[in-house]
């Protein structure tokens, strides 16, 4: 039986009000966050089986396949958290990507073995994160706002691709690893965790349960961010900085955490991506790529994490089925995509979604559950 | 920097107290070397003529304008230099003159944001439920804030400055716009808040609410104070009469 509260967050009795059920619960749900009932943890707990199950279903092809549609949900939720729940609308959150990418290939490449690797993960996610605070410093210190970071996001974006362009010389090599010019960085490793010979390499299957598996923590813990007391601050950035400001909030600081975490959890997705490819060019740092994840946030939902995982994983699954046909004709209908959620659904499909539920599910045989 | 780090203001035990403030944009002088002085307890009104600088000196008050001269004093310190968010976490609250609710968020939300500085999370929705009941907005909890009527935002943003435990609270037209039942119900809300100790400076063109409510009134003109006193002297000084409140009154 549930039961409603005060929140509006679906509790149910059989909960005992200071259970550590109810404990994990509190800090994963609240209103800046959908499905917080336990028809959605039944359907999340589901899902998550399916996606640990799926590689004894499907071909290594597909596994892979999906572990990259999977993977670039780091990227889509990096823009979710800073433009949908901070409101700093990043063009240029592909930076953070694509400079994590080349650092975890440079390191990676030096270092030879597994601990290359971690260490180019670590390095890599660190080198991402601080590019983004100094970034975010100068842009939220200076009093840039609004269109102003998207304009300095993006051309910050702009430079770095047309500097790692002309980098196919001898010349531009860190140690071993040549950053190859418009013909990229080649024979980046794959991640391996570990030591020595016990150390697993993380790529066809591995690395999907690792993509799985880290994808699963950081939307957990970005469940428990956004519904903290700082999340509520985000969202109050959001909707009205000044206002926010004056009932005591330092808002520059938060912002510019929230602009750091997301440069580290971009680059995350651009390690994961430069490991799963062993392969990382210049392209990631173009128009075309910087806008991709605004497209699939916009679609999804920007203002939901899972409205950006759903959004990003259905957009770049259409965009391989259509790519197909021609990258150019794949380009035109995400075009045509993001002008018609924009014009037709603001908000994205899965908030809408989220709020049909209840009479989609109504209309089921025998009804259901539906919060 | 902190208030505490900040030069002590030897004048005195005002609660706020701003010296020689002024502010000028281009060549417009819109504060003109103001010293007001507003003891602690005070239901204070500020009235004057459209573009007398009252939204202005407020503004400076809280931190939103730098001042081009002079100093603001809150509890005897110098608070000129602090920013806005820690004049807040002083005591300092405020009310814009348009409503500035979180309009795609739930009046409940609404209240959450500035109540979880003073409340824990384990207390927030009781207190959520006691503030919004005190403004009468609690039927309204699940409303969307651009939803709700325009006197329901006017008293949610009241209800949200106040949340914060203020000392002091500056509210600019509060009663802007509202129906004479409403603008009754406003006075309530600002009694009701003086009597929890709380110090109120008010902007206000509604003259019938000011005499309702304010204990003393500051009136300005051209940027400068130009009376002080209770409603019943300002409302008999012929100067006034002249530049602001009329001939008829």
Known sequence: ?371 | MTASETTTDVAGAALLRTEGLTKQFGGLMAVDDVDLRIESGDIRCLIGPNGAGKSTLLKLIVGQLEPSAGQVFYRGEDITDLSQHDRAREGLSMKFQVPAVYGDLSVRQNVHIPLQREVSRRDIDAEIDETLESFDLLDEAGTRADDLAHGQQQWLEIAMAAALDPDLLLLDEPAAGMSVQETERTAEYVHRLNDRGVTLLVIEHDIDFVRSIAQSVTVLHQGEVFAEGTIDEIEDDPEVRRIYLGEGH
């Open chain 1, 1 to 371: 039986m549930a039961s409603e509260t005060t929140t509006g967050v679906e509790r149910s009795t059989a909960d005992a009000p200071d259970g550590p059920l109810t404990r994990v619960r509190d800090a994963l749900e609240g209103p800046n966050t959908l499905g917080n009932s336990r028809a959605f943890w039944a359907a999340f707990v589901a899902l998550v089986g399916f996606l640990f199950v799926y590689p004894m279903l499907r071909s290594t092809y597909y596994v892979n396949n999906t572990a990259f549609l999977l993977a670039s949900a780091f990227l889509g939720l990096s823009l979710c958290l800073v433009w949908g729940y901070a409101g700093i609308f990043s063009f240029g959150q592909v930076a953070f990507y694509g400079v994590a990418g080349y650092t975890f290939g440079v390191v990676s490449i030096n270092i030879t073995g597994p601990l290359g690797t971690v260490a180019g993960l670590t390095v890599g996610v660190l080198v991402a994160a601080g590019f983004a605070f100094v970034i975010g410093y100068f842009m939220f210190y200076g009093g840039v706002s609004d269109v102003y970071v998207a304009i300095i996001t993006l051309a910050v974006t702009l430079v770095l691709n047309t500097f790692m362009g002309q980098t196919a010389g001898e010349q531009w090599a860190v140690g071993t690893a040549r950053l190859g010019g418009f013909n990229g960085m080649t024979e980046i490793p794959s991640l391996a965790l570990g030591i020595g010979d016990t150390a697993i390499r993380v790529a066809d299957v591995p690395f999907y349960y690792f993509v799985v598996g880290t994808l699963l923590v950081t939307y957990l813990g970005l469940r428990v961010l956004v519904n903290s007391d700082l999340g509520y601050v985000m969202v109050g950035i959001r909707e009205n900085e000044e206002r926010t400001e004056l009932f005591g909030y330092d808002t520059r600081r938060v912002k510019l955490g929230t602009f750091t975490l997301g440069g580290a959890l971009a680059g995350f997705g651009g390690i994961v991506y430069a490991s799963w490819g062993n392969y990382i060019d210049p392209s990631v740092f173009g128009l075309t790529f910087a806008a991709l994840p605004i497209i699939w946030v916009a679609t999804g939902g920007r203002k939901w994490l899972s409205g950006a995982i759903i959004g990003t994983f259905v957009v770049t699954f259409i965009s391989q089925k259509l790519s197909v046909f021609g990258g150019q004709f794949s380009q035109i209908i995400l075009g045509a995509l993001l002008l018609i959620v924009i014009l037709g659904l603001p908000e994205g499909f899965v908030p809408q979604i989220h709020a049909r539920l209840p009479w989609l599910l109504n209309r089921l045989p025998g009804g259901g559950d539906s919060s």
